[in-house]
């Protein structure tokens, strides 16, 4: 088996296009070639750890992900984020690799179905990005927009005076004009592409905070007990998308609303249908539109086995 190091990694992502493998992942799991078991997940005292896997009939590999977040972590001088991705072989089950990203391979490919959503979700014209938190995902989910809009301005809200301007700096170095805010319903008022990006369990954002023509992908809740949207926001969208209908029946912002009563099953689409023309995307400019992206295995699959091609992974 071989062990393929973050360098490595970081080297073959360089040469990959990360949007189309991800946009191809959800749609065979929308047409139903990728196989994809329940979530495993430990939530700990302290963190979290999920465990996805699955294969895509026809592919070389089944792919096992172990992702950890432990967000009090940062206090001592390491990262919240941690994992590995491992590389099997369908037809022996032997292991022939394993990814040690750390949970690199987890962040891209997250941040990249957020630009998908938002490539056939959000409006035409995007007036200001409004951003959620000050982590990794806060950044890389703005970066990965780029070449989705052209829109450059950024108002991002945190509970951190110091996050937040280490936030304004760093982004501001990769090209945007970044304001702050510690009023979430500044997003709302201000932004019509929003991204919520937090371990929140009680929502930061309010119905009565969303204008029409408001786009929100919402990345953070993908464990039972998060929430950052009112269920509100749900019921009054014209669109809702979910990476799988199947893992958003029990995690994510629509499963809380699914709960409460305020929408149905039938008024959730899957992306892998949207992007396929299967389900509708936006039509006009003053729908309000959701992505609830709880993290879907097929997305893992995708990723660690274009890694695993690029670094010259065989299946054996």
Known sequence: MRIIERPQIDEALARLDVLPLIEAGFV??????????????????????HIKYGFIRGEPW????????????PEHGLPSGDGMM?????????????????????????AAAGAIGARYLAPRRVQRIGVAGTGVQARLQVQHLRPVTDCRAVLVWGRS??????YRRDMGAEGFDVAITRDPAELGATCNLIVTTTPASEPLLRASDIRPGTHINAIGSDA?????????????????????????????????ALDAGLISPDQVSELGDVIAGRAPRRTADDQITVFDSTGVAVQDIQIASAVGRAVGVTAS
Do not use: W
Request: proline residues 4%.
């Open 28 to 49: 065979a799991y929308s047409d139903g070639r990728a196989v994809v078991p329940p979530v495993g997940e430990l939530i700990l005292d302290k963190g979290e750890v």
């Open 62 to 73: 089944y792919v096992i992900k172990i992702a950890s977040g432990f967000y009090r972590n």
């Open 86 to 110: 491992l590389l099997f072989s369908q037809a022996t089950g032997q292991p022939v690799a394993a990814l040690l990203d750390h949970g690199h391979l987890t962040d891209v490919r997250t």
């Open 161 to 166: 005076d110091e996050k937040l301007d280490l």
């Open 224 to 256: 039972p007990h998060k929430q950052e949207l009112d269920d509100g926001i749900l019921a009054r969208a014209n669109l809702v998308v979910a990476d799988s209908r199947a893992q958003c029946r029990e995690r994510g912002e629509i499963a809380r």
